[in-house]
């Protein structure tokens, strides 16, 4: 079975450049989870999709992070303009469970990037 | 204060030595606990998890909670230089949507 699949797995960009992240979860997984994991740090979510539905994106800035999960499978998260302080590994999870159960999430490689 | 405290490290140890790695937490609402390894350009991996207080072991993996002190720890008997890696303890309240809080992760080396 393909694990979660993520790309770009490197991304350098300047500041105030647009930047997008592709994830495509395992098949059969209705929840998907975006995370941000900053140098030395955990994991820390940015949304969480149950299908299609953003079902908790308190912790995304939406004024320049966007996200999106068409027909419920594969999704996008863009960051417009960038900053300096995005410099960050994105890690893209999903969940077989409806709501996500918290000990079943199976991680990507994450997308690493850096803005200089 | 950080709801989830783990020590980054890093920790080395020789090969074939016990690994004790710990966190503590302040939030008595959380009911699962998690552990997490993360090599080098690579993504958090589940090793294992616990629901609720003790113990529970997977081979050289023994996980214990300990509720009453809102601590956890991870052992790794007979380490191996394949365990050298970031090992992350992660907590939720529950499934059903509750987040799941990381630690900062402990960077281990297991020497050969």
């Known amino acids: 079975e393909a694990g979660v699949v993520q790309s770009p797995r490197y991304k350098i960009i300047e500041k105030k450049q647009p930047v997008a992240f592709w994830c495509n979860p395992i098949?059969?997984?209705?929840?998907l989870y975006w995370y941000r994991q900053n140098l030395g740090q955990g994991p820390e979510l940015l949304i969480r999709y149950e299908n299609e539905e953003a079902v908790d994106d308190s912790q995304l800035p939406k004024d320049r992070f966007s996200a999106e999960r068409l027909k419920g499978v594969d999704s996008t998260l863009k960051i417009q303009p960038a900053e300096l302080g995005d410099s960050a590994v994105y890690l893209c999870?999903?969940?077989?469970?409806?709501?996500?159960?918290?000990?079943?999430?199976?991680f990507g490689p994450g997308t690493r990037l850096t803005v200089t | 204060q950080k709801e989830v405290e783990q020590d980054p490290g890093p920790l080395s140890v020789p090969e074939g030595a016990i690994v004790s790695l710990n966190c503590t937490y302040s939030n008595s609402a959380f009911q699962y606990f998690m552990w997490y390894r993360q090599y080098s350009r690579k993504g958090p991996e589940l090793l294992m998890y616990?629901?609720?207080?003790g113990n529970k072991e997977d081979g050289r993996f023994t996980a214990q909670v300990d509720k009453s002190s809102k601590y956890i720890s991870l052992f790794i008997r007979d380490s191996q230089p394949s365990d050298s890696a970031t090992y992350l303890c992660?907590?939720?309240?529950?499934?059903?949507?509750?987040?799941?809080?990381f630690g900062a992760g402990t960077r281990l080396f297991v020497k050969a």
């Open positions: 992660a907590m939720s309240a529950g499934t059903g949507g509750f987040k799941t809080i």
């Open positions: 616990t629901y609720s207080s």
């Open positions: 098949s059969g997984h209705n929840t």
């Open positions: 999870a999903s969940s077989p469970r409806r709501w996500g159960a918290s000990y079943e999430q199976y």
